[in-house]
């Protein structure tokens, strides 16, 4: 992780900032003291823009696929906090909603592109 957090440039703190972590945190990742759990694993792939395989250096591929997670899917789990403050069914249901309209827009604002373009 060393290599990669140089690679691009970031300071120790500023990619355990970036994770949500402590400064000390992430040096125990980089020196093997600490090992990181998935949820920081696939943070460190999307900053680091590699996959979670190459980070656990069972690839030598640094392009490999790049695991994300769908929204959807992560709404409909149970017990979402906000950095400690429980969501309730209804601020999910309104979260929910909002990116619903959000991913309409964006479809939309292809599908018009395309068509301007193919004219």
Not at 1 to 6: E, S
Not at 35 to 47: F, G, R
Request: hydrophobic letters at 35%.
């Amino acid at each position: 992780m060393r290599a990669l957090r140089q690679k691009h440039g970031f300071s120790i703190s500023q990619v355990a900032e970036r994770i949500g972590i402590s400064k000390s945190s992430y040096a125990g990742y980089e020196t093997n003291y600490r090992h990181p759990p998935m949820d920081k694993m696939l943070l460190l792939s999307e900053l680091f823009h590699v996959s979670i395989d190459y980070i656990l250096c069972k690839t030598d591929d640094p392009t490999g696929p790049i695991y994300t997670q769908n929204a959807k899917e992560l709404l409909k789990q149970k017990n979402l906090h906000w950095d400690g403050v429980p969501l309730s069914e209804s601020d999910l249901q309104e979260i929910y909603c909002m990116l619903e309209t959000i991913a309409q827009e964006h479809a939309s604002k292809r599908w018009s592109e395309s068509t301007i373009s193919s004219l």
